[in-house]
Nanobody, 124 residues
Framework: QVQLVESGGGLVQAGGSLRLSCAAS????????MGWFRQAPGKEREFVAG????????YTADSVKGRFTIARDNAKNTVYLQMNNLKPEDTAVYYC?????????????????WGQGTQVTVSS
């Protein structure tokens, strides 16, 4: 399994931006589809965005479409989530996830490895 470490969370005002990063261990990073999920207090973990192994396919949840963008740099074993025009309802712990290649990971059942999570708080 791949080890994942997120960074880049923090406190930001509504309308602001953050970029999350997720660094992966190992030399087979391109063989994993990658995704971002989030979990707000009292709510279930939900899908945010996913990207295929070589980055040719992406999928973004309707709730963040047009504001969030997922990208990956396989040379750096890193996946990113650029978050613009943040809203208070985006407040959550954001988790990086790795899934099998050949798909865009979108469901928790497809996830083989999770990061520890990074807190994003958006103030109004």
């Amino acid at each position: 399994q791949v080890q994942l470490v997120e960074s880049g969370g923090g406190l930001v005002q509504a309308g602001g931006s953050l970029r999350l990063s997720c660094a992966a261990s190992g030399r087979t990073f391109r063989r994993y589809s990658m995704g971002w999920f989030r979990q707000a207090p009292g709510k279930e973990r939900e899908f945010v965005a996913g990207i295929s192994g070589i980055g040719t396919m992406t999928y973004t949840a309707d709730s963040v479409k047009g504001r969030f963008t997922i990208a990956r740099d396989n040379a750096k074993n890193t996946v990113y989530l650029q978050m613009n025009n943040l809203k208070p309802e985006d407040t959550a712990v954001y988790y990086c996830a790795a899934g099998p290649n050949g798909i865009v990971v979108r469901w928790s059942a497809d996830v083989g490895s999770w990061g520890q999570g990074t807190q994003v708080t958006v103030s109004s």
